[in-house]
């Protein structure tokens, strides 16, 4: 293999071999903290919630497209239903979550393989906990608590929440990259029942895309409400 | 069937419909469509799906002046508006920061709706190559694509027309039958006079 060859593959490589998860340095509790560290998951809604937001995609290249997303959340099911609409009112996708998905209506682009998948991922990683117990809490500077969670399917969920009460969501791969990162926007007096009126997902990578998630309305699901 | 002209066709029903006239023959609806220069409504948009106990609202004002002059604004829930003037088509969206305009190539598609409403505004509905049209007795008039694919989008659009002529009361597109959207129209005026700065500046 002649040089500069060896050269451009050891820099294609080098950030792979040199990924690592960022550190978190273990801390005993805050006495200023208002929570503990080990309640990061309850930045999540917990209950049955139906929320409706504006959703505005800036895809590769910076288009720019607003679309209505109304999401009916179970905490305790893990389920999601899932409707994104023109704001015209035409429905574009539609689909149900309950550790399997079933798509009810999927319109162009949306009829792709791997686009629903992709829709519900990163709506359980804005509205549910992670699966499994973490693994590590401490602190980090930009960040009073830091838990991190092991994901199923290998990689890394970390939850990190600032003094105010913001938070930072980021996801790791196995290689422990950061794949998507989600963080809410909103002051704490500007959210609805503890759910953040802005929230922004970015998706990393070079098809990476993100969304400004604002908060419409939030109504909690109750026999009363249910259809 | 792409999702921009999916999407722009979507409008159609939305968007000429406003301006036929009542009418108990198609004849007569295009005597009566004939005479219809301008509009500008409040409208009120249900959308109704199985999931949903009560419906999604959004409200906003429509304008239309003849031949190609198109103003749809929605105020809630989220503030943006569509222009379509002198053949130029333009999309904005309210953010933190003001109006803001949205490219995306799906106005592309919109040149092939403002052709399908100057058909439309003439009052020829049977004429449609996308619809097949049936006008019953009460007054209503249902669409229903002929595209298998576009059947998909939409299954049928009801029109009921109002009792004074020129006047729509709703338009009732089916996506199925627990899916679908009610548009209400309220205040309606027809022939006034629109400032011509309402197709081409936003707020």
């Known amino acids: 293999m002649n040089h500069p060859v060896r050269i451009v593959l050891l820099l294609l490589l080098l950030p792979v071999a040199c990924a690592q998860l960022p550190k978190i340095v273990p801390a005993p509790l805050s006495p200023k903290a208002i ?5 990061c998951d309850l930045i999540f809604p917990r209950g049955d919630w139906q929320l409706l937001h504006a959703i505005e995609a800036t895809v590769p290249g910076g288009g720019k497209q607003t679309i209505l997303g109304l999401s009916q959340v179970s905490s305790a099911d893990r389920t999601i239903h899932c409707v994104m609409m023109t704001l015209e009112g035409m429905v574009l996708f539609e689909a149900d979550y309950n550790g399997a998905i079933k798509i009810e209506r999927a319109v162009p682009p949306f009829d792709k393989p791997g686009i629903a998948e992709g829709i519900i991922e990163d709506l359980r990683l804005i509205f549910f906990a992670p699966e499994l117990p973490k693994r590590q809490t401490g602190t980090r500077t930009r960040s009073e608590r830091v838990c991190r969670y092991p994901l199923p399917g290998g990689g890394a969920q970390d939850i990190e929440i600032d003094s105010d009460d913001h938070w930072i969501i980021q996801k790791y791969n196995r290689r422990n990259r950061v794949i998507r990162t989600v963080q809410s926007e909103s002051e704490r007096a500007e959210s609805a029942h503890g759910i953040p009126s802005r929230i922004t997902l970015e998706a990393h990578g070079l098809t990476g895309y993100r969304l400004h998630l604002s908060l419409i309305e939030a109504t909690p699901i109750t026999n009363q409400t249910k259809r | 069937m792409h999702f921009e002209k999916v999407k722009a066709y979507w409008l159609l029903p939305l968007l000429a419909l406003l301006c036929i006239g009542w009418a108990g023959s198609w004849e007569e609806l295009k005597s009566t469509a004939g005479t219809v220069n301008s509009v500008r409504a409040d409208f009120i948009q249900e959308k109704h799906l199985a ?5 999604l609202v959004s409200e906003g004002v429509f304008y239309y002046q003849a031949p190609r002059s198109l103003r749809w604004e929605y105020s809630r829930p989220v503030k943006s508006v569509l222009l379509m003037h002198e053949g130029r088509i333009k999309r904005y969206v309210k953010r933190t920061s003001g109006f803001e305009e949205e490219n995306n ?10 052709d399908q409403i100057t058909q439309w505004m ?4 049977d004429e449609s190559p996308m619809f097949n049209a049936r006008m019953d007795e009460a007054g209503r008039i249902t669409m229903t694509p002929k595209d298998e694919a576009f059947k ?3 299954q049928r659009i009801e029109i009921n027309l109002a009792q004074q002529p020129g006047v729509i009361e709703d338009v009732i597109i089916y996506e199925s ?10 205040n309606t ?3 006034g006079k629109i400032d011509e700065a309402v197709f081409r500046k936003v707020p």
């Open chain 2, 51 to 55: 999931i949903l106990a009560k419906p």
């Open chain 2, 177 to 186: 039958e627990d899916a679908y959207t009610r548009m209400r129209f309220t």
């Open chain 2, 189 to 191: 005026t027809l022939n």
């Open chain 2, 105 to 114: 190539a799906g106005l592309e598609a919109m040149q092939v709706v403002l």
């Open chain 1, 35 to 39: 929570r503990p560290a080990c309640d």
């Open chain 2, 152 to 154: 998909a989008i939409i």
């Open chain 2, 122 to 125: 003439m009052g020829r509905f």
